[in-house]
Structure formats: structure tokens, C-alpha cells
């Protein structure tokens, strides 16, 4: 049974900095294709912020380009976001993604529980 479970949201000052984190746990003989970082802000949307799959679909929005990055341990199956000089738009609920192959499933994306990140002006 694949989980992913975040950690790192919270309450933050405007510039200030956090890092996520989310640690996907996998059955035997699982794939983890790819893992990424979406994001929703009240009454909006849930949007892309980062991924790492860097073909098709850019690695990170424009609109936090220069602000975040997006790393993952690999070994670990863990996908970080770094998020510097945030801003009161940046706040919303913050949900990991991943693209994991299973013997029972196959290919599919899985999703986090999400984390709240909330920065004051």
C-alpha cells in the first residue's frame, strides 16, 4: 500500500523560509516514476508548484521561479520543497503528488494529505 506523508507546513513571516517534505512509503517491487508538489489556496484551484519531471511538464511554475526548489532523495523515495522569500500569496494547502508503479495498481498518482503553510504580511 503506497502512503506519502508530508511534514514542514506551519505559520510563517513574509520572507521568511520552509522546507517540505514528503517520504513516500511503497510496497516490494514498487517504481517511484516521479514526485511533485500542487498546492491550493483557498477558494482557488489546486495548481502545480514543482515536479521532477523535467520532459514535458516544466520542473516549476513562474510564479515561484527563483523562490522554490524542488530536490529529492531518491533513496529515500523523499521529495523536497524549499520555499525562500515567501509571500502572502503563497499561502494555501500544500499536497505532495507521485507517480508510483505497483504490481497491484500499476502506474497511478497518489497524494498526500496535505500541509498547511500559512505566511503573515
Known amino acids: 500500500q503506497v502512503q506519502l506523508v508530508e511534514s514542514g507546513g506551519g505559520l510563517v513571516q513574509a520572507g521568511g523560509s520552509r522546507r517540505l517534505s514528503c517520504a513516500a512509503s511503497?510496497?516490494?517491487?514498487?517504481?517511484?516514476?516521479?514526485m511533485g508538489w500542487y498546492r491550493q489556496a483557498a477558494g482557488k484551484q489546486r495548481e502545480l508548484v514543482a515536479t521532477t519531471l523535467t520532459t514535458e511538464i516544466p520542473n516549476i511554475v513562474d510564479s515561484v521561479k527563483g523562490r522554490f526548489t524542488i530536490s529529492t532523495d531518491n533513496a529515500k523515495s523523499t521529495v523536497y520543497l524549499q520555499m525562500n522569500s515567501l509571500n502572502p500569496e503563497d499561502t494555501a494547502v500544500y499536497y505532495c503528488n507521485a507517480n508510483i508503479w505497483t504490481r497491484a495498481a500499476g502506474a497511478r498518482d497518489y497524494w498526500g494529505q496535505g500541509t498547511q503553510v500559512t505566511v503573515s504580511s
Open positions: 511503497t510496497p516490494s517491487f514498487s517504481h517511484v516514476n516521479f
